[in-house]
């Protein structure tokens, strides 16, 4: 699976849009684009996912550019519970010996602040 | 509510000892996953099983074992072979193996006395 590459930590206001970038360069043409996140001592959520497409949900927002290299996720009115470590994934789609495999980094530390 | 269950949610386990794990699901999911979290660090897959009564190991399944003779439910016997089993472990599932999301539960704190 591609490495991913993300700031390690951010801040954002309550009630703003929080904007989390990852670099997914050596991305292939059959790996997604998955992000979850993680509040101390629990375990990871499933936010969204996609291919090449814009995705939204009721959680957010993943915008992913035109060469698939870089992708964004966005939640759109943040609030204090959204305080968490935020993993940017790439996963192979599926076939071969690591299908199934979530490989997490270190994700960003993100804080929202009152 | 569907979901994922681990429990207990703290295990102390003296030297020596195996201990079991439970996780169950209600989500109807065909695959199911062990992952071993460790302070400050990412996840890494202990165990992961497509099927009924089928499993595979994963990254790091030494001193570990499990089983899967129910849909809804993947044990994790901790034996006394691992010789560094304090951590957190991170029972998850999803539909199949394919580009599905996993959903994970709350996670098992297992220490040593």
């Known amino acids: 699976d591609a490495k991913t590459t993300q700031p390690t930590s951010m801040d954002c206001a309550e009630g703003r849009a929080a904007n989390l970038p990852c670099n997914h360069s050596?991305?292939?043409?059959?790996?997604?684009v998955y992000w979850y996140r993680q509040i101390h001592s629990q375990g990871p959520q499933y936010i969204i996912h996609g291919l090449k497409n814009n995705e939204t949900n009721e959680m957010a927002s993943l915008i992913i550019t035109e060469d698939r290299k870089s992708s964004t996720l966005i939640l759109p009115h943040a609030t204090l519970r959204d305080t968490a470590v935020y993993y940017c994934i790439v996963r192979v789609g599926g076939g071969g010996t690591s299908y199934g495999k979530l490989t997490f980094g270190q994700g960003t530390i993100l804080t929202v602040h009152p | 509510d569907g979901g994922i269950t681990q429990s207990p949610k703290y295990l102390f386990r003296k030297e020596g000892q195996n201990v079991t794990l439970s996780c169950e699901q209600n989500l109807n999911h065909d695959a199911m996953y062990w992952y071993r979290q460790d302070p400050g660090q990412g996840l890494r897959l202990i165990y992961y099983s497509q099927i009924v009564n089928d499993f595979q190991k994963g990254d790091i399944a030494e001193g570990y074992s499990v089983s899967r003779e129910k849909k809804e439910s993947f044990p994790l016997t901790v034996t006394s072979a691992q010789k560094n089993p304090t951590a957190f472990y991170l029972c998850?599932?999803?539909?199949?193996?394919?580009?599905?999301?996993?959903?994970f539960g709350d996670g098992t704190r297992l220490s040593i006395l």
């Open positions: 998850a599932s999803s539909a199949t193996v394919y580009n599905q999301p996993q959903h």
């Open positions: 050596t991305i292939s043409g059959n790996e997604y």
